[in-house]
């Protein structure tokens, strides 16, 4: 099941912080175990899964210290530390959600309880390790003033909580034991007259939202691959959609125009470009929330004239066995077939953890001949389905058949009351991602991570990436043309870690792929030179809280010198944590960081005015015309003592840093 960039709506408060104690008592369901291959077994105790576990070779996830209650299991095989003191949760009195649930059942809202007929299915994970957090009350608010209630309700009480619609919880990161307030009821579709953009509530699925540009005409959106997402979720983290941004060139993100933000304050914020643009900035995959997002307005695509898709096997024999150097050649003859491809060309590589290790490629493109392009691949390519000049309708039921594994919806709409409840997978599942420029001896590198495969790593992936200029959060893999992918069933994979600990330290790498509820797994690796300003506009519009930016794991520092976040990818870094990182800035950025630009080749040289006005050491000179309008003239270099700015001070060969005791400069002076 491919889930890229999946980010839920997710929000907690403070309550959350308490201290974890490790649980694995709920392991002891058989429900909740898995084998080797991380499908449910018929397991009772825990002595029964140590010893399954030591017969299937599964010793390198499990270490047992004796953990909870003579069960001899740690909470690293389980899935994940687990809150035991339930009853310590704060709570809403029950009188002021008897109010709260007259207001809302008279605006066709709701409230569930457990026990309730409709509990489950508006609260149940999709995910079995996920189900050991069960929420006290699922909020279904249908009007904005139903959603300001509820959300005042949880923060004059403190409780926790968290917001969400689709459940599909990617480890565990939207689960509760407080309040889950579920959007689902916030449903809006409306396209515009000129069907260039769409209005889409919080509620909506990705499924549905396909579907119902179907029925205005051969229209997209940018969303990622699986049906069964939340349409709003991703725009938090993103949102990369391999099988069609080549098309837009854009991440999910990068396609919104508008979001309605119900904020801590209790305001509702009509945010874009020019109204509330940190926020809209923020809010395009900046990662976590600082409000509530109500409505989104999307841009939509028109299908290109011609589609073609197909997926099929490398059926070379060498290509189809363990890992091997004969393999790890057949992989990287693929991966250069990739990268070589013209532009119009969306092309998936995926290698099961299985026996066969099969290479699959799933490949769509426009305009294009598909039988010369399976031609082309350097080894003979078994088609198993392929469809030229193909409708949406058609594709997308080639995308949610093939991809969507444990999916029961394939054709048409999910039916969310009936259907989504079920889509359930044994485990939490991790996914983790490294943007890169593409190399043969970095994608050698990521394959040699994988010569001691961990159990619990189900499939790895690899995908070419278009993508064009992006003004959000997550443009610190703007300039990668390629993403290494792995998916697992434990977010403690220690393989996971070790792989982290290798790509990240190869020059070539832009970003890693980040999840907040994730083991090994960095907010400055993916937001890298973003990272220090989203957080800043978090604390703006979130000064109490309400909306924590890492509210479960605590915030994980880098245990590498990575120069995308410690160089703010404008130099080369070397060193380490321990004796500091040390930056070799490119040539117009200066600086320990290199954050400071003072301009390449000299003021005079540069020619426009976003450039001047960027520069720490120039200044852009502009003419008044008779009717008032002001026009750039050209660029020039300021005077020292107009210098703020202590790096460019003490960079200028005519100036010089006045600093006081502490070293700090007080002005810039005249050498």
Not at 70 to 99: F, K, M, Q
Not at 270 to 283: H, I
Not at 608 to 633: A, H, I, P, R, Y
Not at 654 to 659: F, L, P, Q
């Amino acid at each position: 099941m491919l889930i890229l960039f999946l980010s839920i709506l997710y929000i907690v408060s403070d309550a959350d912080d308490r201290d974890a104690t490790t649980d694995c008592s709920y392991v002891e369901d058989s429900s909740y175990r898995f084998d080797n291959f991380g499908w449910p077994s018929e397991i009772n105790n825990c002595e029964d899964v140590k010893a399954t576990d030591e017969a299937n070779g599964n010793t390198d996830l499990c270490a047992y210290t004796g953990v909870g209650n003579g069960c001899a299991l740690t909470c690293e095989h389980c899935g994940r530390p687990v809150d035991t003191d339930v009853a310590g949760i704060d709570v809403i009195p029950a009188d002021e959600l008897d109010v709260l649930e007259e207001f809302l059942t008279a605006n066709n809202g709701r409230i569930l309880y457990p026990g309730d007929d409709d509990f489950e299915t508006y609260s149940r994970p999709y995910a079995n390790f996920c189900k050991h957090r069960v929420p006290k009350a699922v909020i279904l608010p249908n009007t904005v003033a139903g959603l300001s209630k509820t959300l005042m309700l949880i923060k004059q009480y403190d409780v926790e909580w968290t917001v969400g619609v689709s459940r599909a919880n990617q480890e565990c990161l939207g689960v509760t034991h407080g309040y889950y307030i579920n959007m689902r009821y916030f449903d809006t579709m409306e396209v515009a007259e000129d069907n260039k953009s769409v209005r889409v509530g919080a509620g909506i699925m990705i499924n549905e939202l396909r579907h119902y540009l179907i029925e205005q005409g051969q229209y997209f959106v940018l969303t990622p691959l699986c049906t069964h997402l939340s349409v709003v979720g991703p725009i938090i983290g993103g949102g990369v959609a391999w099988h069609m941004h080549f098309h837009g060139r854009k991440t999910l993100a990068n396609t919104v125009t508008e979001l309605i933000v119900l904020t801590e304050s209790n305001e509702v914020l009509t945010v874009t470009a020019n109204e509330f643009p940190d926020l809209f900035f923020k809010l395009r995959g900046g990662g976590g929330q600082v409000g509530i997002i109500i409505e989104v307005v999307l841009d939509v695509y028109e299908k290109p004239e011609k589609m073609s898709y197909a997926w099929g096997v490398d059926t070379d024999p060498t290509c189809s066995t363990s890992l091997s150097e004969e393999n790890k050649e057949c992989y990287l003859e693929g991966m250069q077939w990739i990268m070589d491809l013209p532009d119009n060309v969306g092309v998936h590589q995926a290698k099961s953890n299985t026996p066969t290790n099969t290479l699959t490629y799933s490949m769509v493109c426009t305009d294009c001949d598909m039988d010369e392009l399976i031609a082309s691949h350097p080894n003979n390519l078994a088609v198993m389905d392929q469809v030229d000049d193909a409708d949406l309708e058609t594709y997308y039921a080639f995308l949610e058949t093939f991809w969507n594994i444990g999916d029961p919806v394939h054709f048409g709409v999910i039916d969310y009351e009936e259907e989504i409840r079920d889509m359930i997978f044994p485990s939490d599942m991790y996914f983790d991602m490294y943007f890169a420029e593409y190399s043969p001896e970095l994608a050698s590198q990521y394959y040699d991570t994988f010569e001691e495969p961990s159990a619990s790593t189900l499939i790895w992936i690899t995908m070419k990436m278009h993508l064009d200029d992006d003004d959000t959060s997550g443009v610190s893999f703007l300039d990668a043309n390629v993403g290494f992918g792995t998916y697992g069933f434990f977010g403690y994979d220690p393989h996971k870690k070790y792989r982290s600990t290798v790509m990240l330290a190869h020059p070539d790498v832009k970003a890693q792929y980040m999840n907040y509820n994730g083991h090994y797994s960095y907010e400055d690796a993916f937001y890298a030179q973003n990272a220090d300003k989203i957080k800043a506009i978090q604390t703006m519009y979130d000064p109490n809280q309400l909306f924590s930016w890492n509210p479960v794991f605590p915030y994980l520092d880098l245990p590498i010198c990575f120069a995308p976040f410690h160089c703010t990818g404008r130099g080369t870094v070397s060193g380490t944590i321990e004796d500091g990182c040390n930056c070799d800035c490119e040539e117009g950025w200066i600086g320990d960081s290199c954050a400071t630009y003072v301009a390449v080749n000299g003021c005079v040289l540069i020619d426009n005015e976003s450039e001047c006005d960027l520069s720490e050491n120039c200044k852009s000179k502009v003419k008044t015309k008779s009717d008032g309008v002001t026009k750039w003239k050209k660029c020039k270099q300021k005077k020292c003592k107009k210098i703020t700015n202590q790096d460019a001070c003490e960079w200028r060969d005519d100036c010089v840093a006045k600093v006081n005791q502490q070293g700090v400069m007080k002005k810039c002076k005249d050498l």
